[in-house]
């Protein structure tokens, strides 16, 4: 089974042309979200920094994806500037 799925797999690639794309899920998760709504779709709680804090003056977001390389893509996103972006409870 798996070998006929790599034949048409392969058959289909070489009959339109293209070469096919393969992304590991780095590559995948490290994308520029359009804006928060966006970015919480994947990530509902926002993405910081590892060691960053939510600044608030009620009960701060711990829940949210910790990734240097994510939130780089998406600092625009961080208003308050406290190393988590789109950070929502």
Do not use: W
């Amino acid at each position: 089974m798996l070998r006929q799925l790599t034949t048409v797999v392969c058959t289909v690639a070489l009959t339109t042309g293209g070469v096919l794309a393969v992304t590991s899920p780095a590559e995948a998760a490290n994308k520029e979200y359009k804006n928060c709504k966006a970015l919480n779709k994947a990530y509902k709680h926002g993405v910081g920094k590892p060691g960053a804090k939510d600044k608030t003056s009620g009960k701060p977001v711990t829940n949210f994806k910790r990734s240097s390389a994510i939130y780089k893509k998406n600092k625009k996103s961080d208003r308050d500037k406290d190393g988590i972006a789109c950070e929502k409870r």
